[in-house]
């Protein structure tokens, strides 16, 4: 009997994988061939979706991008046994885009049935669980402070010292609440995580759980990813039938549990305390810190926050230690991240890589430039608060602090291509807007800062007093910068500015008069 | 004394509305923050949340019908009035944009003759913008329905319309 693998991931059912799979399926039957179909998540070689695997003794063999019409076609060549054909792409492990990755936290995803605990116990699931039930909580905090991980939501904050202060507060009820609100342009990671590997998350946040003594945890997915959710609600399901989750953890007599949240579409949730409002059923209204949710969280208890990726890094973390995870990275930035590679690329997908690889790495040795065919021309990395990097600065290594450096930021991890027919004038004014339709309203830069900047920079457009109207843009962007509540009017301005900065031109300006930032920030070459 | 008798009592939509509510107020009864479930479960019951339903809300959760509808107003995802048969979200985030997407979302409004947060004048087709569908790497997306479609094109979209009867 062979196995194909068709996915079931959003980036292939949105290209027809189900007809694709109900295809096989017929033309199965049709043969008499003794065929079964497991529905994996996505390897993410996305330009290749949909991506069918055909197991035979040579390994997985990869063909794509198959479309329903394809199959006849592919049974005739006889892919069952591997055969070649013009969408044949050879063993899916020696693809090099494949192949030249560092697959920790996705190591699963692609590959097993994503709701088989066998599976995912074969492809060593639950060791990192197994080991923190014989572990103190301070042990288990410990080893991820050791680990180096930091938030892989964007702010990047050590995910260990978070836990250790949930952990030192003394409250009865904890809270472990996963921000699965993944609303940045150009970012899907932590979609393809929870359709591809759901236990992984549900073990992390288990082994949170344990860590700060928390018993209950929330997932809190955005409504755009309505597959995520069903994933995630029917692996809970099952892992708490099979003693994973409730009260008694595989007889160890301590417990954990948990539920999905829908989200239902305000961007301002990615940012935590706002999450943590729409939690409680309110107005998603961004709070004051402090208090820090690890102090006064969810409800007015202790709360670790995390990002997807971070919870689902956690359990590779506890089963192969600490240093093994630390070993990956440079400098502050230890570990791997996800990249996801879009926008105007001809190879879209998901790269986890270690950190220190270059932007231009990405976009040519595995993004395989533009889609377009014309030139790349600048990329917005970070979701919509990142900044456009002109090509000057596709040599920086990718480090938090080493983007620091440059005024832009890792954030998620997404990097958003653009060929050169983009008109930057037009992406920062999108950037004000997007800020002025998604802003919870609470704090004044943002709110009315956003509408004031899509206004400034219409006139910088129009050269409506261009060069006071310039002085006013970056005014404002410092005004937003340093008096807003949270991240989104907060760094609204790095898209304006670097746009501003290093696409002068765009802004019907000559470089010398964008004013002195410009002067600061010049390209190099 | 003689008094006519009530006929102001609920007409069958208002006792559809009472049951939804009703329905999903059970459901996630003894959640904790619980009015954001109650609300999907309403709207994905009747297609919207009807005055009547915040009403009803309000009082089973002890919220003022200004909190609940504070909430139904803050999220873009609830819609207080029906939407057509067809509900089009276009991406109109970064990476489509990247790819397209201006393009096709003027596509969409000029085939659909609506803006975007309005329906069609017949009534069958309710256009929205989303703001990314996570399909940023097969640019431009739309979704039909709740069902995702990537690598959109003004043609594939026609033909995607047309096999919803539009």
């Known amino acids: 009997m062979a196995r194909i693998f068709v996915p079931k991931d959003t980036t292939a059912i949105a290209v027809g994988a189900d007809a694709v799979a109900q295809a096989i399926a017929n033309e199965a039957q049709a043969r008499g061939a003794d065929v079964q179909l497991v529905r994996n998540g996505s390897r993410g070689l996305l330009w290749l979706e949909t991506l069918v695997e055909v197991e035979t003794p040579a390994g997985r063999i990869a063909y794509g991008p198959v479309e329903a019409a394809d199959v006849p076609g592919l049974f005739d060549a006889g892919w069952l046994s591997g055969a070649s054909h013009a969408l044949c792409h050879g063993p899916t ?70 836990w250790k202060t949930v952990l030192s507060t003394g409250d009865v009820q904890k809270y472990i609440v996963c921000n699965a609100d ?25 082994i949170a759980g344990l860590a700060v003594g928390a018993n209950y945890g929330y997932i809190y997915v955005r409504s755009e990813y309505p597959f995520a959710i069903a994933a995630l609600e029917a692996a809970i399901g099952l892992a708490r039938r099979a003693g994973w989750l409730g009260a008694d953890i595989q007889g160890s007599g301590r417990g954990f549990d948990l539920e999905v949240r829908r989200a239902a579409g305000a961007y301002i949730c990615g940012e935590e305390t706002s999450l943590l409002e729409s939690l409680e059923g309110k107005r998603a209204l961004v709070r004051a810190k402090p208090p820090l949710p690890a102090i006064q969280g969810l409800f007015g208890r202790p709360t670790v926050i995390n990002n997807v990726i971070s919870l689902a890094s956690v359990p590779i973390i506890l089963s192969k230690g600490a240093a093994y995870y630390r070993d990956y990275g440079m400098g502050r930035s230890r570990g791997t991240l996800p990249f996801q590679l879009a926008g105007n690329l001809k190879h879209g997908g998901l790269v986890e890589k270690a950190f220190g690889l270059s932007l231009r790495e990405l976009l040519y040795d595995f993004g395989g430039g533009s889609a377009s065919g014309r030139p790349l021309r600048a990329v917005q990395v970070g979701g919509p608060l990142g900044a456009y990097l002109p090509e000057s600065q596709w ?39 997007f800020c002025a339709i998604e802003s919870c309203g609470k704090c004044t830069p943002c709110r009315i800062g956003a509408v004031r900047g899509v206004e400034v920079i219409e006139k910088i457009r129009r050269n409506q007093a261009r060069e006071q109207q310039v002085d006013l843009l970056r005014d404002l962007c410092d005004t937003m910068l340093s008096g807003s509540l949270c991240a989104l009017g907060g760094m609204t301005p790095y898209p304006v500015l670097s746009a501003l900065d290093h696409f002068p031109e765009d802004f019907g300006l000559e470089s010398a008069n964008a004013g002195q930032n410009a002067a600061a920030n010049a390209p190099i070459a | 004394m003689h008094t006519p008798p009530d006929t102001t009592g609920p007409c069958p939509a208002d006792e559809t509305i009472q049951q939804a509510a009703e329905r999903a107020l059970l459901r996630h009864q003894g959640q904790k923050g619980n009015l954001l479930p ?36 803050f999220y873009a995802h609830f819609r207080s009035k029906p939407a057509g048969a067809t509900v089009l979200e276009v991406c109109r985030a970064e990476s489509c944009q990247a790819m397209g997407g201006d393009a096709l979302a003027e596509h969409a409004k000029r085939r659909l003759a609506c803006d975007f947060h309005a329906t069609t004048a017949d009534g069958s087709v309710t256009l929205e913008p989303v703001y990314c569908l996570g399909l940023c790497a097969q640019s431009p997306a739309v979704m039909v329905n709740g069902q995702p479609h990537a690598r959109m094109t003004p043609e594939k979209l026609d033909r995607l319309l047309q096999s919803q009867g539009v």
Request: proline share 4%.
């Open chain 2, 38 to 73: 109650v609300l999907h479960a309403i709207q994905d019951d009747l297609g919207h949340i009807p005055d009547d339903a915040v009403r009803i809300v309000a009082q089973a959760l002890q919220l003022s019908r200004a909190e609940v509808h504070g909430v139904v107003s």
């Open chain 1, 182 to 206: 993944e609303g940045d342009s150009g970012t899907f990671s932590d979609r393809m995580l929870m359709e591809g590997d759901p236990y992984a998350l549900i073990e992390g946040m288990a």
């Open chain 1, 395 to 433: 040599d920086v290594p990718l480090d938090y602090e080493a983007y620091i450096g440059i005024s832009a930021m890792l954030g998620h991890g997404g990097l958003v291509a653009f060929d050169d027919t983009v008109d930057m004038a037009k992406m920062a004014s999108y950037a004000m807007e």
């Open chain 1, 93 to 162: 492990e020696d693809i090099p885009y494949l192949k030249n990755q560092e697959r920790l936290t996705f190591a699963r995803v692609g590959v097993i049935d994503p709701l088989s605990l066998d599976d995912y116990a074969m492809h060593g699931g639950f060791q990192g669980l197994r080991k923190a039930l014989s572990m103190e909580p301070s042990a288990i905090v410990d080893e991820v402070v050791e680990s180096g991980l930091r938030g892989r939501g964007g702010a990047a904050f050590p995910t260990g010292i978070k």
